[in-house]
């Protein structure tokens, strides 16, 4: 499989800095989390401060921003995570476009190898530190599909997770009193192939420690999609408990919020065809996420998109005109803009005629 | 004559709007940057005299473009040399703090041939707010010393800095080995992922390597004046780097062939700078002959009773690469005492005829 490769902004006023592609279980959390016009306005704030006090080395200012964002719920207007913001930021600096990668990533690890010797009671220090083991492990890896990888360049890549996972367990005491250590884990858990129901544990120890941190509901997602270790039924389990675990904040949001990032990782137009996504239930998940976070003009735009996915046309034509000339690309699928063209067309059309919006192949059954 | 000189020091007093500074500090620092500006530019007519007075001994004329580059060369050396001087022990404890512990010192923006006061004024913003009166008083001291004589300065390091700090970093990344202190990342990209030799790195990444290489010999335990000391010639800015590419063609100089008299720079010529400079040679592990500025005595038209330092480099790029040109001549294999060269700089035809519109 090919993990798609997320492109952000060069650093603002630093010219000279070129960013390189997120590894795949960061890119998976970002993705999840954050929509994308909540997320420019965030990263002017977050993102982008995290990503210049690590491009210029000061983890006094990183250290005091988690020790703030670790703990209880700071979210978006949007209900977008803060913390994942602050972590795309850490990630995108780590993840810098070099022409010699190998000894750039060898000098971050020994800056944050330092950072974590001199502040042993950091868990953000610690954190830092595992990340650039993962990273460095995605270096090997490579973006590509699996059978793009040199045979020997696996071996490295699992050393180095595997080194990661060890740096974690060994520091657990610090490191695993910050669910940014569980969301890490369970990048690295995925990368080695670990069982589902370990990084289940992971996953729940994480939110007893963070259970504000959503990013641990979206991050198990990956795992359960059926093209690395799961498949419609268990992904469908999931969600609904993760939905049922998170009612009180979102209502039904989270089915709806999980569900869309299934949709991005994998499923695309063809949600509603390969996997168990409920169209009823899902908008009722859009629309308590409405009405908690009314201020949510992408959400409203992804909104859009699934109901045209679901051929729900007073629902898109309703929502169109909400978004009006606020049309934000983005949050429409792959092939965004032929998908909001195609979106629009059907709108605008009566009857179920040739107009309609093709139905997307369906998977085989053992995918479901 | 008076408007060219201002137009040469203004800029340096100029904080650019895109440094992020705090308003108080920028206000205070404005002020300072605006009384010190009027007081040289009074100052002046009053150097173009003594300079014209002293030249007329030699009938060069008060309107002469040498008066002028006389008095400027003075002008890019109180520059250089407020750049070097210490302050009072509570400015240097706090400037060394600050050194040690910001890492936004570098954010410097604007004409990079221009940066000297507001290099200073991110120093004082990265102090405690209780300090930093205290620091633009400091300030308000050094540069009433313009001018005047100076007290001794410590001599050039040996290596420049740069030079030990890279050679450090050459050694491999910091580990148990190698044991020093970690590069920022955007310092990291640069050294190692994109491996930009001093020469070709933005003023900011040079800036972060003195910053980093401060530490790194505060860090193994280098007396905290000879670090900053180190520190301050490192970031100075010569006349060569604010003038250098206007009288010398990047690259002109940079391959000598052997045998061949080094060029005089254009920028010496223009500004009379005659004087001795000494090299060592010696080939490095992989047979490479690598030259090290031991000496330089230079003396400058319109510099006096202080060291010409911002032309005291004028000759390095040149004399360098004449040290390592003529390998055969002069180099010793690696395990040797390093072989040293002086060459005398002088002027065969001192001061020729202006050319029409050489006069700023």
């Known amino acids: ?368 | 004559m008076t408007g060219g000189l201002h137009s040469y020091l203004a800029p340096a007093f100029v904080l650019d709007k895109a440094l992020v500074l705090d308003p108080t500090l920028r206000a205070a620092a404005d002020k300072i940057g605006a009384e010190h500006v009027a007081r040289i530019d009074k100052l002046f007519p009053v150097w173009l005299s003594e300079e014209a007075s002293r030249q007329a001994v030699n009938k060069i004329p008060p309107t002469s473009p040498w008066i002028f580059y006389a008095v400027l060369a003075r002008l890019l050396n109180e520059l250089s040399l407020w750049q070097l001087e210490p302050g009072d022990a509570t400015y240097e404890n706090a400037t060394l703090a600050a050194l040690r512990t910001s890492t936004r010192l570098c954010e410097i923006s604007g004409d990079f041939r221009y940066t000297d006061f507001a290099s200073r004024i991110l120093r004082i913003q990265a102090m405690p707010v209780a300090q930093r009166d205290a620091a633009l008083d400091g300030e308000r001291r050094l540069l009433a010393h313009w001018g005047q004589p100076r007290a001794a300065l410590a001599p050039w390091p040996d290596p420049l800095p740069q030079d030990a700090a890279l050679a450090l970093l050459a050694r491999g990344p910091a580990d148990a080995a190698n044991p020093r202190l970690a590069l920022s990342p955007e310092l990291a990209s640069v050294v190692f992922g994109q491996q930009q030799d001093y020469a070709h790195m933005h003023p900011v990444s040079r800036c972060m390597l003195q910053q980093w290489w401060l530490r790194q010999n505060l860090h193994r335990g280098m007396a905290p004046a000879a670090a900053l000391s180190a520190f301050r010639y490192g970031t100075m800015l010569s006349a060569v780097d604010r003038l250098g590419t206007a009288y010398d063609k990047p690259g002109a100089d940079d391959k000598p062939g052997p045998g061949v008299k080094p060029p005089y720079p254009g920028i010496a010529m223009r500004f009379q700078v005659t004087g001795d400079t000494t090299a060592r040679v010696q080939a490095g592990v992989d047979g490479k002959q690598k030259a090290s500025m031991v000496e330089r005595r230079i003396e400058v038209e319109g510099i006096r009773g202080v060291r010409p330092v911002a032309f005291e480099n004028v000759f390095d790029k040149a004399m360098l690469a004449f040290a390592e040109t003529n390998t055969g001549r002069y180099a010793k294999p690696a395990d040797s005492t390093p072989q040293q060269i002086k060459y005398l700089w002088r002027l065969e035809d001192p001061k020729p005829a202006a050319k029409p519109g050489d006069k700023r």
């Open chain 1, 1 to 368: 499989m090919k993990p798609t490769t997320p492109s952000f902004d060069a650093m603002a006023g630093r010219p000279r800095r070129h960013l390189f592609a997120l590894t795949l279980g960061a890119l998976a959390c970002v993705m999840l989390a954050l929509p994308a016009a909540a997320a420019d306005k965030a990263r002017a704030a977050l993102t982008v401060e995290a990503e210049q006090a690590l491009w210029r080395g000061d983890f006094d200012y990183l250290d005091r921003e988690n020790e703030i964002l670790k703990h209880g719920k700071h979210l978006a207007p949007d209900a977008a995570s803060e913390l994942e913001f602050f972590r795309a930021g850490l990630d995108s600096t780590i993840a810098t476009g070099v022409e010699r990668r190998e000894p750039y990533l060898r000098e971050l690890e020994a800056l944050t190898l330092q950072w974590a010797t001199e502040h042993p009671t950091s868990s953000l220090a610690h954190v830092l530190y595992a990340k650039v083991l993962v990273a460095h492990a995605w270096s090997y890896r490579g973006g590509g599909y699996a059978s793009d990888v040199p045979p020997e360049a696996w071996k490295d890549f699992r050393n180095y997770l595997e080194r990661a996972a060890k740096y974690l367990e060994g520091h657990a005491d610090v490191a695993l009193t910050d669910s940014s250590a569980h969301v890490l884990l369970m990048q690295i858990g995925n990368g080695l192939d670990w069982d589902v129901r370990q990084l289940d544990a992971i996953q729940r120890d994480g939110l007893k420690r963070n259970p504000d941190d959503v990013t641990l509901y979206f991050a198990m997602v990956t795992p359960l999609l059926p093209k690395w270790h799961g498949n419609a039924r268990i992904l469908d389990a999931y969600i609904r408990r993760a939905t049922e675990e998170t009612r009180a904040d979102y209502g039904m949001g989270m089915y709806a919020r999980l569900y869309a990032g299934a949709a991005d990782l994998e499923f695309g137009h063809a949600l509603f065809e390969n996997s168990l996504a409920d169209w009823p239930t899902m908008k009722k998940g859009y629309e308590d996420m409405m009405a908690r976070f009314p201020d949510s003009p992408d959400r409203l735009n992804g909104y859009a998109h699934m109901a045209c996915l679901a051929k729900d046309r007073p629902t898109l034509v309703k929502l169109l005109g909400q978004i009006g000339d606020k049309i934000n690309a983005a949050q429409w699928g792959p092939n965004s803009e032929r998908s909001v063209e195609g979106c629009q067309r059907w709108a605008k059309a009566t009857g179920d005629g040739p107009d309609a919006p093709p139905r997307s192949p369906r998977a085989t059954p053992s995918g479901i």
